[in-house]
């Protein structure tokens, strides 16, 4: 396995030439071997891809780590999920990656199909219009406040938090829903105005908290 768990919050990933990692500066904790460090920019590819995370605000700073070795990830304390891809994508919110393998794809992409309501809706809810794909065969660490646990779908829908929401594979569509009423316009309704509708056959991870990153 080269992504070992060490604790809740830190993961030690095994880096082979064959095998150079990305993750976010600031998330290397220590490292052993023969392991090189060099920066790179964001983390999607492609002319588009950089003009759809400028617009989100997700071009995360990275750092490819090379060479022989191993190197331990963590990053300000928030607890650290590993997920195994098999040849599917990974649909996450940018500033939750933590690390990935080198080889995977990566992209920008809209959540939603709600056109300009959904990005005024994400704008409102803090959950960004644009998300980041990851596909291929390899692992994605990413973070999140107080853990994440794994919702399957088979063709149902289920509602989510936006600040709950870290990422989803496989099948789904995710949608950006309001019910705003006069009790929200004045503050004297529940607070959850704002929901994403997930539908299809997959699984959404779900963090444990509604805070924002």
């Known amino acids: 396995m080269t992504y070992e768990v060490v604790n809740s919050k830190v993961v030690r990933v095994q880096v082979s030439q064959a095998n150079p990692v990305l993750a976010r500066r600031g998330a290397m904790l220590g490292y052993s071997g023969q392991v090189a460090f060099r920066p790179v920019s964001g983390a999607a590819q492609g002319v588009g891809g950089m003009v759809g995370t400028m617009l989100a605000g997700e071009s995360n700073r990275m750092m490819v780590a090379e060479g022989q070795g191993s190197v331990l990830y963590g990053f300000r304390g928030h607890y650290v999920t590993v997920i195994d891809l098999t040849g599917d994508s990974l649909v996450v919110e940018a500033d939750r990656l933590l690390a990935h393998d080198a080889h995977l794809q990566t992209g920008v992409e809209m959540v939603g199909q709600g056109g300009v309501r959904s990005a005024v809706r ?6 960004g219009l644009f998300t980041t794909r990851i596909s291929g065969q390899g692992t994605v660490a990413v973070l999140s406040h107080g853990g994440t646990f794994p919702i399957q779908l088979n063709g149902e829908t289920v509602g989510v938090d936006p600040q ?12 950006l829903k309001a019910s705003v009423g006069m009790r929200d ?13 997930v539908s299809g056959h997959g699984t959404v991870h779900v963090q444990a908290s509604e805070e924002k990153f």
């Open 122 to 127: 994400g704008a409102m809810t803090g959950q």
């Open 164 to 175: 709950a929401y870290v990422a989803h594979t496989g099948a789904l569509q995710v949608d």
């Open 185 to 197: 316009l004045i503050g004297r309704g529940s607070g959850e105005a704002f929901q994403l509708h």
